[in-house]
């Protein structure tokens, strides 16, 4: 797998970052224009997900609206 991008699936936040816990070697990013994922219930589905691998790490130039889930401070904001 190089890449899975997911839009307007029945993937919940916390799933995505129980899928950035175990697998620390993926890049997972949640894309929800709505505001910062953190803020709504693990049990939400998310709008958008970008799953893919990388040897250049995270990228840095995300949007606002972009949250990666590769580590716990990802989401302990």
Same mark, same amino acid.
């Given at each position: ?5 997911? @839009?307007?699936?029945? $993937? ?11 697998? *620390?070697?993926?890049? $997972?990013? $949640? ?6 994922? &953190?803020?709504?219930?693990? @049990? &939400? *589905? ?11 790490? *995270?990228? !840095?130039?995300? *949007?606002?609206? $972009? ?8 989401? !302990?904001?």
């Amino acid at each position: 797998m190089r890449s899975l991008w997911m @839009s307007s699936c029945s $993937v919940s936040y916390g799933a995505c970052k129980l899928l950035g816990q175990k697998l *620390p070697r993926l890049n $997972v990013e $949640v894309i929800d224009e709505r505001g910062p994922p &953190n803020l709504r219930p693990d @049990s &939400n *589905p998310v709008e958008k997900l970008y799953i893919y691998r990388t040897i250049s790490g *995270p990228r !840095l130039d995300m *949007p606002g609206y $972009v949250w990666t889930m590769e580590d716990d401070s990802a989401y !302990l904001e």
